[in-house]
């Protein structure tokens, strides 16, 4: 006999009933919240670069996975990711007054915002790769 769930967990990415992505984003975001403030307390004083690249390392890998599957339909959950992606940025520059735009320092560290990255993923995902003739 089958059972009903409200949402079970599967190769990580937590589906739920109403196909809403809530219950697997705001885990996903708990937990980039906990490795970017490790990496904060462990990185001190370290270059920018080093921050940027432990910062993709640990923590943006881990917001993105299985992203071609779940893009998050709700803006709260969208705006949780980012979020978590633009205090990473104020803190690898180190610009943590609210006059410096978090766009720029996005541009000058090369990063891409997650719903962009998102987009461009699902979109490579879905184009049919054509054999060479």
Same mark, same amino acid.
């Given at each position: 006999?089958?059972?009903?769930?409200?949402?079970?967990?599967? %190769?990580?990415?937590?589906?739920?009933?109403?196909?809403?992505?809530?219950?697997?984003?705001?885990?996903?975001?708990?937990?980039?919240?906990?490795?970017?403030?490790?990496?904060?307390?462990?990185?001190?004083?370290?270059?920018?670069?080093?921050?940027?690249?432990?910062?993709?390392?640990?923590?943006?890998?881990?917001?993105?996975?299985?992203?071609?599957?779940?893009?998050?339909?709700?803006?709260?959950?969208?705006?949780?990711?980012?979020?978590?992606?633009?205090?990473?940025?104020?803190?690898?520059?180190?610009?943590?007054?609210?006059?410096?735009?978090?766009?720029? %320092?996005?541009?000058?560290?090369? %990063?891409?915002? %997650?719903?962009?990255?998102?987009?461009?993923?699902?979109?490579?995902?879905?184009?049919?790769?054509?054999?060479?003739?």
């Amino acid at each position: 006999m089958l059972t009903s769930v409200d949402n079970e967990k599967y %190769l990580g990415v937590t589906v739920s009933s109403d196909m809403s992505w809530s219950t697997h984003v705001n885990p996903i975001c708990t937990k980039a919240n906990q490795k970017l403030s490790f990496i904060k307390r462990n990185l001190k004083g370290t270059p920018g670069e080093l921050k940027r690249l432990a910062y993709i390392t640990l923590v943006r890998s881990s917001m993105e996975y299985a992203c071609t599957v779940l893009d998050p339909s709700l803006s709260k959950d969208s705006e949780s990711l980012e979020r978590i992606q633009r205090r990473a940025v104020r803190w690898i520059t180190m610009k943590f007054d609210h006059t410096s735009s978090v766009s720029v %320092l996005l541009h000058q560290l090369h %990063l891409e915002p %997650l719903e962009e990255r998102r987009r461009i993923s699902r979109i490579t995902f879905q184009t049919p790769v054509q054999s060479p003739s």
